[in-house]
């Protein structure tokens, strides 16, 4: 993992953990106040992988969350 990586996996563990209300408020504004518009450059299988998800949406291989859900006991075996 980039520290880049490193620092925004951080930011979001902390983010979710806090009851801070303020804080959150002020993380916010913070956003808020700093919004540029960024241009993100997406690799090669990043984009096959959204044209796959599009393909698959069209022709309806779609699961349901419930679904999915009732699915995940399976997995964590």
């Known amino acids: 993992m980039t520290s880049l990586e490193n ?3 951080s ?8 009851k801070n ?8 504004a913070i956003f808020d106040s700093s919004q540029i518009e960024e ?3 997406l690799s ?3 984009i096959e992988i959204l044209q ?8 309806g291989r779609l699961i349901s969350d419930e679904d999915l859900k009732a699915s995940d ?4 075996r």
Request: glycine share 0%; aromatic share 6%.
């Open 73 to 76: 006991p399976e997995w964590l």
């Open 39 to 41: 241009i993100v450059e």
């Open 52 to 59: 796959m998800s599009e393909d698959d949406i069209a022709n």
């Open 7 to 9: 620092i925004r996996h």
């Open 21 to 28: 209300e303020n804080f959150l408020k002020a993380i916010t």
């Open 44 to 46: 090669s299988e990043q």
């Open 11 to 18: 930011l979001i563990d902390r983010i979710l953990a806090t």
